[in-house]
């Protein structure tokens, strides 16, 4: 009783510290969570090059769990209050089963530039969901440089992929709101436990579910093991699926939902950057001037009342 009550009143100042910290160093937090998704396609294509869709989602998601399993019970940290677990299954189906699996789906038939649009809509929509879920309230020059921001890259995207929706744009959309979901309720519980402990929770939450889908899978998909392959299922479960997430809602729970969700702006861009870098895709000359446009709205809003 004594070390459960400890390893409690740990969290509790792990997670003041949290939400106690500079604006700037949260702000710095869910930027390097950023950084981190705009490499998950780039790095999914890669994994697709020698595992199948169900293979690379569900090894993912258990690497992940390993990684924080492990972390979780090295630092003996106790387990969640039943009123927290509701919320953490919502992230668990959104961030660790949802979306990657939606958008892995989607990366069979669609460029990663093409997939970057379920990006470009994802922070208005987080933060259309946190105000809903939450009740946050950011003010109306918020709303309007939300709405210009995801109007900007919505159209670059739209206009380099040619206005054609396919199965693979109903994939994305579907992923859209379930990640919405997932870090509307993923940055609530960062405000009452440590922001790792709300991941770490959510992956293990899945082993039961992920373990057998992984080995079903690998028996039944072809897997081909390379270098490029490799990397990316490392990168997607370790930072994707866990490091960026850690700092991500860190940084949520630091500057509110409504402002962390508005950096995600900037992540379509980067995606298509690293897609020229890593995958050899053409960069479009609008992109500079998009990203222009951008960035002046992710200032907009982080500087927006509320």
Do not use: N
Request: net charge positive; glycine share 10%; with cysteine.
């Amino acid at each position: 009783m004594r070390v459960q009550s400890s390893a409690t009143t740990a969290s509790r100042i792990a997670v003041a510290t949290e939400r106690e910290q500079r604006p700037g160093l949260g702000t710095l937090q869910a930027g390097l969570g950023v950084i981190a998704f705009s490499l998950t396609f780039p790095a999914t294509a890669w994994g697709l090059e020698g595992f199948g869709p169900w293979s690379l989602v569900a090894v993912r998601s258990v690497l992940a769990a390993v990684i924080a399993g492990g972390a979780l019970l090295a630092l003996r940290v106790p387990l969640p209050a039943r009123r927290h677990w509701p919320g953490l299954a919502v992230v668990a189906a959104g961030v660790v089963l949802g979306f990657p699996l939606l958008t892995t789906l989607a990366l069979e038939t669609s460029t990663t530039a093409h997939a970057a649009v379920v990006v470009g809509l994802l922070p208005l929509t987080t933060a259309l969901l946190s105000a809903l879920r939450v009740g946050t309230r950011p003010s109306r020059t918020f709303w309007a440089a939300s709405v210009a921001g995801a109007a900007a890259v919505l159209a670059f995207t739209v206009q380099q992929s040619g206005g054609a929706l396919s199965t693979a744009d109903v994939y994305l959309f579907a992923a859209l709101l379930v990640c919405a979901a997932g870090y509307t309720e993923g940055g609530r519980l960062a405000r009452v436990m440590p922001g790792w402990h709300v991941i770490g929770w959510a992956l293990v939450l899945c082993l039961p579910l992920t373990v057998p889908v992984a080995a079903f899978a690998l028996a039944q998909e072809p897997v081909r093991l390379t270098a490029h392959s490799v990397t990316g299922l490392l990168w997607v479960a370790a930072g994707s699926q866990f490091l960026g997430l850690v700092v991500w809602y860190r940084g949520m729970a630091a500057i509110g939902i409504p402002k962390a969700s508005q950096l995600q702006l900037a992540q379509p861009l980067l995606t298509l950057v690293w897609s020229v870098l890593l995958l050899g895709e053409h960069l479009p000359v609008a992109a500079p001037l998009t990203a222009v446009a951008v960035l002046v709205c992710i200032a907009v809003t982080q500087r927006a009342r509320g």
